[in-house]
C-alpha cells in the first residue's frame, strides 16, 4: 500500500475529520444498494471498517486487542504497523508510550531480524497538521520531496499545495513525515544523539527505542539534574545543534521536551519542523530560540552563556550574515 492510501485508510480512524469521512463516503456508496455511510452513526461506521480492515491481515498486536473492537485507535494501530509485521520487523505492539495530539508512540517487541529488542512506533495523526502553530515559518523556502526524496515538480502537486485541496493536504503530510525520517537518518549517520531510524511507511516512522521493557526513557523536562552532571549534558546538546548546522539543518522546535535521558546520555526527538540554514529566511531565529530554549532548562542548574552569542558563534560562516525576522513573523506579516 502506498503512503497516500496508507494515510487515506488510516483517516477513517481520525477523531478529528469524522464529517469529512461522512461526506465522502455518501458520495462513493450513493450509486449503491448499500445504506450510505453518511446515514451511519460513528459507532457503526467504525464497526462497519473495523470489520472490513481485519479481514485485511490477521495481525492483532496484543495493545490493540485490549481496546474495544470499536475503538478507533484499535484499528488505526493494526492498520499503521501491520506492513511492519509483514515485512518482519516488529512483532507485537506492547503498550502505548506517549499520546499527543499531532502522533502516538507505541513500545512494539522487534523481530529477530531486526536485531533490536525493543521499538517505538510513531503514529502521526493524519490531520496533524491541524496543531503544527505558524507552520509558514518552517515551511518557509522548503523543496518539496517524496517519500523517496525526490524533489517534487509535478504542477498537480503544487496546484493542489496552493489549493489546500485534500490531495494537497495529503502531500503537504507526506512532506512533513518524509522529511523528519530522512533528516533523523542523515542524523544518525553523523553520530548526532538521535534514535536510530528502522523504517517509514505513510503516516508511521519506526525507530530504536530509548528506555527499558518496563520504562520509557524520560524528556529532559521531567528532571531535576545535578550541578555536575547539568554543564556536561548542556555541552553535549550544544555539540548535537553544532553538528546539525555542519549539514545546514536547525531543529526548529527543541527544548527539554524533547531531549531524552537514559543512563547518562541523551536523544534528541521530533524532527518533522527541521528547516535548511541555506534556504529557510527564519533559520537563524530558530536556531537562537533553540538555544534559548536550552538553556532557559540547564540554566536552573548552574549552566551560564549568552544564547545570542553563542548562536552567532555556531551559524556557519559560509552562510554570511543571519537573516533576523523573527519579529516579523511573530508579528503576522
Not at 523543496?143 to 493536504?169: I, M
Amino acid at each position: 500500500m502506498d503512503s497516500y492510501k496508507t494515510l487515506e485508510a488510516n483517516e477513517a480512524y481520525d477523531e478529528y475529520d469524522y464529517a469529512d469521512r461522512s461526506r465522502d463516503a455518501h458520495r462513493r456508496q450513493k450509486s449503491s444498494g448499500r445504506k450510505p455511510k453518511a446515514q451511519l452513526s460513528r459507532k457503526e461506521l467504525l464497526a462497519e471498517l473495523t470489520d472490513f480492515n481485519d479481514n485485511i491481515t490477521e495481525f492483532v498486536p496484543s495493545y490493540a486487542a485490549a481496546l474495544d473492537p470499536h475503538h478507533h485507535e484499535r484499528q488505526w494501530v493494526i492498520n499503521s504497523v501491520a506492513p511492519f509485521y509483514q515485512d518482519n520487523i516488529i512483532t507485537d505492539v506492547t503498550r502505548l508510550v506517549k499520546g499527543g495530539k499531532e502522533a502516538n508512540v507505541y513500545c512494539c517487541t522487534g523481530h529477530e531480524a531486526s536485531g533490536l529488542e525493543l521499538i517505538a512506533a510513531k503514529l502521526y495523526r493524519p490531520r496533524m497538521l491541524r496543531h503544527l502553530k505558524n507552520d509558514a515559518v518552517y515551511k518557509a523556502g522548503r523543496q518539496l520531496r517524496a517519500e523517496d526524496g525526490k524533489q517534487l515538480k509535478g504542477r498537480r502537486e503544487h496546484l493542489a499545495l496552493r489549493k489546500k485541496s485534500r490531495f494537497g493536504k495529503r502531500v503537504d503530510i507526506m512532506w512533513w513525515i518524509g522529511n523528519e525520517f530522512a533528516v533523523q537518518q542523515t542524523l544518525f549517520k553523523a553520530g548526532a544523539d538521535v534514535p536510530q531510524p528502522i523504517a517509514h511507511v505513510g503516516t508511521t516512522i519506526l525507530m530504536a527505542y530509548v528506555g527499558d521493557a518496563s520504562l520509557p526513557a524520560p524528556p529532559l523536562s521531567e528532571l531535576s539534574l545535578p550541578a555536575d552532571e547539568a554543564k556536561p549534558l548542556f555541552d553535549r546538546v550544544i555539540e548535537n545543534i553544532a553538528l546539525m548546522l555542519k549539514h545546514y539543518l536547525i531543529h526548529g522546535d527543541l527544548s527539554a521536551y524533547n531531549i531524552l535521558y537514559w543512563q547518562g546520555r541523551i536523544s534528541i526527538i521530533d524532527f518533522p519542523q527541521m528547516v535548511d540554514a541555506r534556504t529557510n529566511p527564519y533559520a537563524f531565529d530558530l536556531l537562537r530560540r533553540d538555544i534559548q530554549r536550552i538553556y532557559d532548562y540547564f540554566s536552573r542548574f548552574g549552566v551560564t552563556v549568552d544564547p545570542d552569542a553563542l548562536a552567532l558563534k555556531l551559524w556557519p560562516f559560509d552562510l554570511g550574515e543571519p537573516e533576523r525576522k523573527w519579529k516579523d513573523v511573530t508579528h503576522g506579516s
